[in-house]
């Protein structure tokens, strides 16, 4: 705020203009200033009411905004714009909302729950018939997946439109270069060790994307062999851990972006990524670790002194038994979780003892997100 800004107290329910905006007295007494060129570029008329997309557009502007009068009127700050035949009216407590530098309130910004081995009886638990018809229990479903990072949705019919249904309750499939649904079952001559009966590691998937997806879908369509225990962890709980009793190592993962891989004969995909992603409040968001997929790391081979070590050491933490649950997927079954921080991996199976069939596909987070505000906030536009 300027100097002139200040110059002078604002008395309750009134305005005063300044060189570059308007003060105003806010209802709860407080004296706000507001900048002209914000003020006018959030007119209420700058924004199309069907389209929800502002219209008015400040860049063709030929003179800076300037107010010619303000007062408050019935509860709104009403300014008249020098040089233009329109009136501006806002009301105070909208004003009172942007008084302070801080983000729009967000309902999807939730606090995460950290879980661990232990959790697998209190995972949110979704009938699928139920997220078809009750936006509700939809709203429920993917608070869930923002809060703790996955869910089981129960009673899933067994055919591929089932997850074609599901996804579309939150958003729209994300396509990788896998395509947009794969079928984790043995193949004869796998591109992946999750199509063989092989153990597979600890990982977050496709990491070698630049943003790899948010959201993956793991349908059980069957599950009759012997062995393949599903393994699962959250990597927030692993994380928050380290930061605790690492600090330097933390600060190692969370800065330093490795390259990650996958090549075969008509793809080469290449990216960098922090093992240990941070949110903007600097809260762990999430993971991307894949020790099969980790290029070679080609940082100096300096700094991989204390960078293999803190690697190395935040490995051998995500195997202990405290954090990684262990259970058997059921037919029927799909497990939804975040893909960015729910680490998962499977023991090792007889694939001639039975069938095993998991058909699954990718969202987005950031649909995700926005399908749980349009469900639980009012719109602006409204």
């Given at each position: 705020m300027t100097s002139a800004a200040l110059a002078t107290p604002v008395p309750a329910n009134s305005a005063r203009i300044t060189p570059t905006g308007v003060c105003v007295s806010l209802p709860d007494g407080r004296e706000a200033y507001f900048n002209a060129y914000w003020l006018r570029d959030n007119c209420p008329t700058s924004f199309d009411r069907q389209t929800r997309e502002r219209v008015f557009d400040i860049f063709h502007a030929s003179a800076a905004p300037r107010a010619a009068s303000a007062h408050v009127h019935d509860g709104a700050l009403e300014v008249v714009w020098a040089g233009e035949n329109h009136t501006s009216r806002y009301p105070l407590d909208w004003l009172a909302s942007y008084a302070a530098p801080k983000p729009r309130h967000d309902p999807a910004d939730l606090p995460r729950h950290a879980w661990y081995a232990d959790h697998f009886a209190d995972l949110g638990r979704f009938a699928f018939a139920d997220l078809m018809n009750d936006p509700a229990r939809v709203a429920a479903w993917l608070r869930a997946l923002i809060v703790e990072g996955m869910a089981i949705v129960t009673d899933m019919p067994d055919n591929d439109d089932a997850l074609v249904q599901l996804v579309a309750k939150m958003g729209h499939v994300r396509p990788t270069f896998f395509g947009q649904y794969f079928d984790v079952l043995t193949h004869a001559v796998p591109t992946n060790l999750a199509y063989t009966?092989?153990?597979?590691?600890?990982?977050?998937?496709?990491?070698?994307?630049?943003?790899?997806?948010?959201?993956?879908?793991?349908?059980?369509?069957?599950?009759t062999t012997t062995g393949g225990e599903s393994l699962f962890l959250d990597g927030v709980a692993v994380a928050n851990d380290f930061r605790v009793s690492n600090p330097e190592q933390f600060r190692l993962l969370s800065e330093t972006a490795i390259p990650f891989y996958c090549e075969h004969d008509d793809y080469d995909m290449r990216s960098r990524q922090t093992v240990i992603e941070l949110d903007?409040?600097?809260?762990?968001?999430?993971?991307?670790?894949?020790?099969?997929?980790?290029?070679?790391?080609?940082?100096?081979?300096?700094?991989?002194?204390?960078?293999?070590?803190?690697?190395?050491?935040?490995?051998?933490?995500?195997?202990?038994?405290?954090?990684v649950m262990r259970f058997r997927m059921n037919a029927g079954e799909c497990l939804v979780f975040d893909n960015h921080?729910?680490?998962?991996?499977?023991?090792?199976?007889?694939?001639?003892?039975?069938a095993r069939h998991l058909h699954g596909c990718y969202a987005d987070r950031g649909e995700m997100r926005s399908r749980y505000r349009a469900l639980v906030s009012e719109s602006r536009f409204k």
């Open positions: 009966a092989k153990a597979l590691e600890l990982h977050t998937d496709t990491p070698a994307e630049d943003l790899a997806p948010g959201i993956q879908f793991l349908h059980c369509r069957a599950n903007a409040h600097g809260e762990v968001a999430g993971l991307t670790i894949s020790q099969h997929m980790a290029d070679v790391f080609d940082l100096p081979q300096q700094f991989l002194d204390a960078y293999y070590p803190a690697f190395c050491a935040f490995g051998r933490l995500l195997q202990d038994p405290k954090y921080r729910v680490v998962h991996g499977r023991a090792a199976y007889d694939a001639a003892s039975g």
